[in-house]
């Protein structure tokens, strides 16, 4: 069994930068990519971005240019470093894992509230 720990939210302004972590645990061997989405009260839940295994990125147009997710093997950790942040970034950010031959992210953590103020 995966678990998955974020953290690294909190207050920023406007064009200020946080960095998310994902501490992972358990079978992580299984993890064929891993993902951050977000969701504010009221709307869906939203693709953010998202590494393979073996290291391919995919970026939401919305983030592209300011966010980039990394992984420090040494730590078992996943980041998402998150610059030039906008209002409209305010969210509660969560960490998702695709495991291997699953078609869908089916381990989730437990959500860290990013909020931005202009």
């Known amino acids: 069994q995966v678990q998955l720990d974020e953290s690294g939210g909190g207050l920023v302004q406007a064009g200020g930068s946080l960095r998310l972590s994902c501490a992972a645990s358990?079978?992580?061997?299984?993890?064929?990519?891993m993902g951050w989405f977000r969701q504010t009260p009221g709307k869906e839940r939203n693709f953010v971005a998202s590494?393979?295994?073996?290291?391919?990125?995919v970026y939401a147009d919305s983030v592209k240019g300011r966010f980039t997710i990394s992984r420090d093997n040494a730590k078992n950790t996943v980041y998402l470093q998150m610059n030039n942040l906008k209002p409209e970034d305010t969210a509660i950010y969560y960490c998702?894992?695709?495991?291997?031959?699953?078609?869908?992210?089916?381990?989730w953590g437990q959500g860290t509230q990013v909020i931005v103020s202009s």
């Open positions: 590494r393979t295994w073996n290291g391919l990125t």
């Open positions: 358990g079978r992580t061997f299984s993890s064929y990519a």
């Open positions: 998702a894992l695709q495991q291997f031959a699953r078609p869908t992210y089916d381990v």
